[in-house]
């Protein structure tokens, strides 16, 4: 096995995790206020981790890509690094690559989804992944000046969606099964020498 082979494929498994690790993150983000609507560090800082994991992840899928499509069109990998962390060209510049020798798709172009997200999400990842979002809790220490928009922004792409009925059947099994714990922690401590509380019996010698 080549060593660039070799790095192929880890690159691969790099750029694929980290996309995969991000996109879990900003998922399963606690999006609970209190009645006067505050936002604690334990709620945004998760944001942040997902936000730097995915931009990452993405921003070399996309440059892997590239680089894979010169070599099947010239035999040698393309040089990505001008693209530095800007997504919205490498995601346009995808959108032309030709990739009917290879791939199926409509006029042998990568048709890239259009929502209702779009144009604010690309632009605001881009934000993110090429510093000002990135670094904007640390820039606020030093500077007045300073925007800090990651989590009211993300708050604002979620009122715009809506949750699919999988999504929903998935939180609902979630909070039932977290109900579930709950009822038979409190049996347990409920429960004298194994006595029986309910349908179920616990043993706590």
Not at 42 to 64: A, M
Not at 90 to 111: C, F, H, M, N
Request: aromatic share 8%; glycine share 6%; with cysteine.
């Amino acid at each position: 096995m080549s060593t660039r082979w070799t790095n192929l494929v880890v690159e691969t498994q790099v750029a694929a995790d980290l996309v995969l690790t991000g996109i879990r993150r900003v998922s399963a983000l606690p999006m609970n206020g209190d009645i006067f609507q505050r936002v604690s560090y334990d709620q945004t800082f998760p944001l942040y981790v997902g936000l730097h994991t995915y931009t990452s992840g993405l921003e070399r899928l996309c440059k892997l890509a590239i680089a894979c499509h010169a070599f099947l069109q010239n035999g040698s990998f393309g040089d990505v690094r001008r693209y530095s962390h800007r997504i919205s060209a490498l995601l346009d510049d995808l959108g032309e690559l030709d990739v009917s020798r290879y791939a199926k798709s409509d006029e042998g172009r990568l048709v890239r989804p259009a929502d209702q997200y779009d144009p604010d999400l690309v632009a605001w990842l881009e934000r993110y992944s090429t510093g000002q979002g990135r670094y904007e809790l640390l820039d606020s220490l030093s500077r007045e000046d300073t925007d800090v928009l990651n989590w009211a922004t993300w708050v604002e792409f979620c009122a715009r969606g809506s949750v699919s009925k999988n999504v929903q059947m998935s939180i609902m099994m979630h909070r039932a099964t977290g109900d579930a714990l709950r009822d038979i922690a409190a049996a347990h401590e409920a429960v004298e020498d194994g006595k029986l509380v309910g349908n179920v019996i616990l043993d706590i010698a």
